[in-house]
């Protein structure tokens, strides 16, 4: 063997080899696909792709043929060369690999970097048009055909509701007449707009079911030649809804700039037919071919925090104005959520934390359904309004401030307000967040009174028997198994500690202004007009705030949902609208001297942040004279005769009013009363009652009317004075079923 030349022993060889050449040769398919490629299991691919990139850049590789004979095993010595030249070039592209992997380690730290709060809702970069707040007007809607006018296009806005009986003449939004792929919506934005998004929901309606699946977008300048949204080179298809409520936003592709839009309807839910409420999201722009200045909102005055803040911004911006204006202001909190957040209350006041004799103290309530927004930031912007405006000597501001205590909780429902807050101003829908964590409404949460109050009332057992005011909480109510819940249970006890004279609960979804009472009296009634014994100062607070709100005066004011309130002065009694058992304003009137409305401020539940100026505007002089309404009727204090000290709980009654109140601790007492002459008697456990006139001008000026009561003769004991006497049967049951309330609270 040793003499045989080695030409002649290779061939004999080449196949008793081992096969490392192609095991060598498999890692690079992986490196391929990281680089991007498919993911294939051909090796013919990736090898060609390895070896074009091998090549020098503009020239083309020198065998191009190599590559697809890489798989073949024992070719023969021609083709063991270039296997081997390959497999050198392929331990190259190996090492490209490795860098690779370093980059996707690099990438896996890139979530680190956000600084942004995560609770923060992703708002789109251009704001609505404002389909739902009403600024886009009915003139502005079109559609191709409506089933009636009550389904017409003028109907659909999103979140807009439903009549609630049979026969209604206005439904819960747009419908067409017949049901093909040609129907459309179209909203006219009055100028160039760059189009950015759509929202859309199906039907509102109790009787049918019914919303659009997927849908096109198309634009337009002048409403006859229209383009269709495209995605890439197709024409896109929109994903609609699944269900008639849930918002579903759907952004364009590409932002469109044009006048006109439109909403094609291509599939529907099978067993229903076309019908949606919509929203368009879209930034106007100046129009190069109008010499006219485009139409404007003015812009407001005050530089307010114009935005939407969630907890932790509203404690900040609460602090800040605390510490802008130290001496005229304070922040406590009530009590907790049941997910433990504070519920904060800011005091305004020129003596904050005290009571002061002759004084009356005022609330303001936001945010019972947390879904209802604008009231809340009304209240943020209040608190930023009178600091400054009392700093720069304001006297209206200044003597507000001085002669009233005033109290503004923002948030009685803050666990429901971040539920809504996460999703945002046009995602959030017209009910997510509106209860408790718990899922309790705290509008129908309260103690219901008002049945004690009637059934007493037709056993004439009213005023002599039964009270007609400070009726103290049902025993049912104070069980450890009741289903009240915390934030309802702090509010309670805060009606216990200030004796509020006025007050008013800031809702949203509607543009009217409600007064009790809010439950009908015939209990199987849905509607019946329910009046208080004090219905005329019901009245006239409720046509204050109205009258003076811009956007409830408007004589362009469209309804929102189905009601005209017009009619009435945008003012109605609670129960003639809808009842509304257990709710805050019957037990504040009928539990505490408090009078309390409730004013419904905008058909949009959550507004936009670019919409929060014009509200305030809108609202701004309404929340300073309604304020100003808690100084209107009578006030004075129930000294007792002998010593000159304050008689708490003395009982206040005026001749023809069926409604009683209480002096306070210090003996003093505010009764809001319109002008007029009237009999007022003052009376307490172990005095004599003493009775005078008093007048009540016109001038929303408090009219003096003090009282001294003188100590009457005990049984068996004809010798006046003595020790302090045991509160009244009444307001002893009162006390006792509190104190059973509080010692039932659940820790949260």
């Not at 103290?472 to 198994?481: D, G, K, L, R, V």
């Not at 005026?654 to 003052?682: F, Q, S």
Request: some cysteine; hydrophobic content about 35%; glycine content about 8%.
């Amino acid at each position: 063997m040793a003499g045989v030349p080695l030409a002649l022993l290779l061939p004999l060889l080449l196949p008793l080899l081992p096969p490392v050449p192609p095991a060598r040769a498999a890692p690079p398919r992986p490196g391929a696909t990281a680089m991007g490629a498919p993911g294939g299991t051909a090796p013919g691919p990736p090898n060609s792709t390895v070896a074009a990139t091998a090549a020098p850049p503009n020239t083309a590789p020198s065998n191009p043929a190599a590559p697809e004979r890489l798989p073949e095993r024992g070719a023969g010595t021609t083709a063991a060369a270039p296997r081997r030249k390959l497999v050198r070039v392929k331990v190259v592209r190996k090492k490209v690999v490795k860098k690779k992997v370093l980059k996707k380690k690099v990438l896996k730290k890139r979530p680190k970097a956000p600084t942004k709060d995560p609770a923060a809702p992703q708002e789109p970069s251009c704001p609505p048009l404002g389909l739902e707040s009403l600024r886009v007007q009915d003139s502005q809607l079109r559609a191709s055909s409506h089933k009636r006018y009550g389904l017409g296009a003028h109907r659909g806005r999103l979140n807009i509701q439903s009549g609630l009986y049979d026969g209604d003449f206005y439904d819960g939004g747009w419908c067409a007449g017949q049901e093909d792929a040609g129907q459309w919506l179209e909203v006219d934005a009055r100028g160039p707009t760059n189009f950015t998004g759509v929202i859309t929901q199906g039907l509102n309606s109790i009787w049918t079911y019914d919303w659009v699946t997927s849908y096109k977008v198309q634009v337009s300048n002048d409403t006859y030649t229209w383009h269709p949204c495209r995605n890439g080179t197709e024409e896109a298809v929109f994903p609609g809804n699944k269900d008639p409520e849930t918002p579903v936003l759907n952004l364009l592709p590409q932002p469109v700039v044009a006048r006109y839009l439109r909403i094609n309807p291509q599939s529907w839910f099978p067993n229903g037919t076309i019908c949606l409420r919509a929203e368009v999201l879209g930034c106007p722009l100046p129009d190069p071919n109008n010499i006219y200045a485009q139409h404007r909102q003015p812009l407001p005055t005050s530089k307010l925090d114009f935005r939407h803040h969630n907890y932790k911004e509203m404690r900040k911006l609460m602090k800040r104005v605390s510490d802008e204006c130290p001496d005229i202001t304070r922040v406590y909190s009530i009590g907790k959520s049941y997910l433990g957040l504070k519920m904060y209350v800011m005091e305004i006041s020129d003596n904050p934390g005290q009571h002061e004799v002759g004084e009356p103290e005022f609330r303001y309530v936001a945010g019972m359904h947390g879904n209802e927004v604008l009231g809340r930031e009304l209240l943020l912007n209040l608190m930023e309004y009178l600091c400054r405006e009392f700093r720069a000597g304001n006297p209206r501001v200044v003597q507000l401030v001085t002669e009233t205590r005033i109290h503004l909780l923002p948030s009685m429902n803050p666990d429901g307000y971040e539920t809504a807050y996460k999703l945002g101003s046009e995602l959030s829908g017209w009910a997510m967040g509106r209860w408790t964590y718990e899922g309790i409404d705290l509008n129908h949460n309260f103690a219901d009174l008002n049945t004690a109050l009637w059934d007493a009332e037709d056993n004439d057992l009213v005023p002599h028997d039964f009270p007609n005011h400070y009726i103290p909480i049902p025993e049912y109510y104070t069980f450890a198994n009741a289903t009240v819940a915390p934030e309802t249970r702090a509010v309670i006890d805060w009606m216990q500690r200030y004796p509020f004279v006025l007050s008013a609960n800031l809702h949203g979804g509607e543009l009217v202004v409600t007064y009790p009472f809010d439950m009908t009296r015939t209990y199987w009634k849905a509607q019946e007009l329910t009046p208080t014994a004090d219905d005329g100062v019901f009245r006239w607070l409720a046509t204050v705030y109205a009258t003076s709100n811009l956007a409830m005066a408007s004589e362009e004011r469209r309804l929102c949902h189905y009601d005209d309130f017009t009619r009435f002065g945008n003012i109605i009694n609670g129960a003639n609208w809808h009842t509304v058992p257990g709710s805050m304003n019957d037990f504040s009137y009928l539990h505490t001297n408090c009078f309390e409305i409730t004013v419904e401020l905008s058909c949009d539940k959550f507004p936009h942040a670019s919409e929060l100026p014009a509200e305030w505007e809108n609202n701004r002089e309404s929340l300073l004279l309604y304020m100003e309404q808690v100084h209107r009727g009578i006030k004075g204090v129930v000294r007792d005769g002998d010593t000159g000290e304050g008689i708490a709980n003395a009982i206040i009654s005026v001749d023809g009013i069926n409604h009683d109140i209480r002096t306070a601790l210090d003996g003093d007492y505010w009764r809001l009363l319109n002008p007029g002459e009237y009999e007022v008697k003052a009376r307490a456990e172990g005095y004599e009652a003493a009775t005078q006139p008093c007048r009540v001008p016109f001038e929303n000026v408090p009219t003096p009317c003090s009282f001294r009561l003188h100590r009457a003769p005990r049984p068996g004991n004809p010798r006046q004075g003595g020790g302090r006497l045991p509160p009244d049967p009444p307001l002893r049951l009162q006390r006792q079923r509190l104190r059973r309330l509080r010692a039932h609270r659940r820790a949260p």
